[in-house]
């Protein structure tokens, strides 16, 4: 089963997001902070990373350093989860290495899916 690891501090996102992910066949797992969600990735092994780029304690940028500086989680997909502008994202995505970005909030159910499973089986 696929995995997806979840870093989101609003519990709201993360509830949502597990709910629609389980629901369509995945297996979830979440943290909330960057040092829970590097310790998550580092024990689970996820095949993608949903990363919101505004944590608590420290910021995506940090976290996605972490994670590439793990050897075993250099080629995990991360990807960046932010209502953040479309314009700083996209910036933002490609110095923080990650495979792209999907907007919050959540307006298609299908949409968000079907993007996950875009980065998970790219055409």
Do not use: N
Request: hydrophobic content about 45%; charged content about 25%.
């Amino acid at each position: 089963m696929t995995k997806i690891l979840i870093v989101e501090d609003e519990l709201d996102t993360i509830e949502l997001v597990s709910r629609v992910l389980v629901a369509h066949g995945f297996d979830v797992v979440q943290a909330s902070i960057a040092e829970d969600g590097l310790a998550q990735a580092r024990s689970e092994k996820p095949d993608l990373i949903l990363l919101d780029l505004g944590l608590p304690d420290y910021d995506g940028q940090t976290l996605a350093g972490w994670l590439r500086d793990e050897p075993s989680l250099q080629s995990t997909l991360i990807v960046a989860f932010t209502a953040w502008p479309e314009e700083t994202v996209k910036k933002m995505t490609e110095s923080y290495g990650c495979a792209g970005y999907i907007s919050k909030p959540i307006v298609s159910v299908k949409d968000f899916v079907e993007q996950i499973k875009s980065y998970l089986m790219p055409v």
